[in-house]
């Protein structure tokens, strides 16, 4: 069981938005500290998509989005395409067990 | 180019011993916190240990705690896992990564190797 909760899978049609959720506590992502997320095509190292809360590294699509509130965070893809089918995994620090946490992921499929 | 190669993974009966290493290049390595983290087959990413740019205040995940002990030459520019005492759930894809960000507590990793497979089991 995984410290931030995500949902397993979420789908939608090419040019649709989609979100996915992270949900964590009080003493990691409530605490304030930030939420990074990651895109992993299934064979392949993950990516950083998204990190502290917002930020996009150089060469991803600003289709990309994240947003965080409270004790959750968001990642939001606007008109989705079929290159973007993969996991998806956000991650935080959690200050009670003194360690980096992962989501359980999301795998999204493109209809 | 920031480039991190992971090897020393293989197959290993319950109870042995795997070192891994990941060389990293591309970048001043010993500036950097570096960390592991595995994922099992079918299974999300877990974070399992890290270590500082210095070579200090290594942690680790407390499913590998006691078992596992993380290191790095800077001379080399290389990171490590020395893993003992292995069991069958350690089986996983350990890959490294760079350790970016202000603080600790807001790292992100925004460079991973290309995973090494360790596979536990009689």
């Known amino acids: 069981q995984s410290v931030l909760t995500q949902p397993p899978s979420v789908s939608g049609a090419p040019g649709q938005r989609v979100t996915m959720s992270c949900t964590g506590s009080?003493?990691?992502?409530?605490?304030?500290?930030?939420v990074h997320w990651y895109q992993q095509v299934p064979g392949t190292a993950p990516k950083v998509l998204i990190y502290d809360d917002t930020n996009r590294p150089s060469g991803v699509p600003d289709r990309f989005s994240g947003s965080k509130s409270g004790t959750s965070a968001s990642l939001a893809i606007t008109e989705v395409q079929a290159e973007d089918e993969a996991d998806y995994y956000c991650q935080s620090y959690d200050n009670r067990l003194s360690g980096w946490v992962f989501g359980g992921g999301t795998k999204l499929t493109v209809l | 180019e920031v480039q991190l190669l992971d090897s020393g993974g293989g197959m290993v009966q319950p109870g042995g011993s795997l070192r891994l290493s990941c060389a990293a290049s591309g970048f001043t390595f010993g500036n950097f916190a570096m960390v592991w983290v595995r994922q099992a087959p079918g299974k999300g990413l877990e974070w399992v240990s890290s270590?500082?740019?210095?070579?200090?205040?290594?942690k680790y995940a407390d499913s590998v705690k006691g078992r596992f002990t993380i290191s790095r030459d800077n001379s080399k520019d290389t990171l490590y896992l020395q893993m003992s005492s292995l069991r069958v759930e350690d089986t996983a894809v350990y890959y490294c990564?760079?350790?970016?960000?202000?603080?600790?507590?807001?790292?992100?990793?925004?460079?991973w190797g290309q995973g090494t497979v360790v596979t536990v089991s009689s």
């Open positions: 009080s003493s990691n992502i409530g605490a304030g500290n930030n």
């Open positions: 270590i500082f740019g210095g070579g200090n205040g290594p």
């Open positions: 990564a760079k350790g970016e960000g202000a603080e600790m507590t807001n790292y992100h990793f925004d460079y």
